[in-house]
């Protein structure tokens, strides 16, 4: 077995642990910002860094928020909550997400269907494969079960230290004809809404990227220092009391992303189920299961 692909391996495991540990956590009362700590406190102490800041997306939102230190939201009863969080070891990524429902089952059927269109999707991998068809069994099984996929999220490849790299996994046959090799790590996460099953930018949910990494000094370097380019939380970077000015700063300079919120079009419900995957010339392995 290769260094890499054991790297992947660890990752994955830590990934795994931290989803379990996050999901247990999730109850009503508790607040974002606790799971978000504890979550990401377990990640370091198991001897790995986390790939970007803990997702905690609720109800109608997909993705893409994180909590500030003061920001005071906690859990209601009935909320539908997306928890997507991501280890590394020396840059080699895991990605895994589960939605809980706080105190109620309303949604169970919406998330199962999340759920089993990511084992239908696992089931179809094989070198070789296109995207398309890993789409095209997301798409048919949520459908299937009463709901549709969200088409403009999409699952993706991973890289060293680069969440997103090199190709896109739909949740639906976008009639991509790209193919997975065996040595490709990608993440599979299937969106499953009960609306028309698209989502939309909404202001940004503090989580921040470097897109600029050549002569960068300061506050700046640091941030390359210590993140790379992988995403990193506002919370993160309170090494510096005037953090908040200086992220606002290098975004209008083009130094900085800031990812918005991504929120269902018409406030539909949304659930996520997400796993990473290496392919190997034997086959599909999953790390986060």
Excluded at 76 to 91: E, N, P
Excluded at 129 to 138: H, L, M, S
Excluded at 187 to 199: L, Y
Excluded at 225 to 233: C, D, G, N
């Amino acid at each position: 077995m290769s260094m890499e692909i054991k790297k992947y391996l660890e990752a994955g495991k830590i990934g795994k642990e931290a989803r379990e540990l996050g999901e247990e956590l999730i109850k009503e009362g508790v607040s974002y910002y606790e799971v978000a700590e504890k979550v990401e406190r377990y990640i370091i102490d198991s001897g790995a860094f986390p790939a970007f800041p803990v997702n905690i997306s609720v109800n109608h939102v997909a993705a893409h928020y994180t909590p500030t230190k003061d920001d005071g939201l906690r859990f209601r009863r009935g909320d539908v909550v997306k928890l997507d969080l991501g280890a590394h070891v020396d840059g080699y990524i895991s990605d895994t997400a589960v939605t809980v429902e706080v105190g109620t089952n309303q949604w169970e059927e919406l998330i199962e269907a999340s759920r089993s269109a990511l084992k239908e999707a696992i089931r179809t991998l094989r070198p070789g494969i296109e995207v398309r068809e890993i789409g095209r069994a997301v798409e048919n099984e949520i459908k299937m079960r009463g709901f549709n996929p969200v088409y403009n999220l999409t699952g993706h490849g991973l890289g060293r230290y680069d969440l997103h790299h090199g190709m896109s996994i739909p949740n639906y046959d976008d009639g991509s004809r790209f193919t997975i090799r065996p040595g490709m790590a990608f993440a599979i996460e299937p969106f499953a809404t009960n609306g028309r099953g698209h989502v939309r930018n909404g202001k940004g949910g503090n989580i921040f990227m470097l897109i600029r990494t050549q002569d960068l000094s300061g506050f700046y370097q640091e941030l390359y220092e210590r993140f790379r380019t992988l995403p990193f939380a506002s919370r993160w970077c309170s090494f510096r009391e005037d953090y908040l000015d200086l992220l606002s700063r290098g975004v209008r300079k083009g130094i900085l992303y800031h990812f918005p919120v991504l929120q269902e079009r018409k406030r539909y419900m949304v659930a996520q189920t997400e796993h990473t995957v290496v392919m190997t010339d034997d086959g599909p392995v999953v790390t986060t299961e």
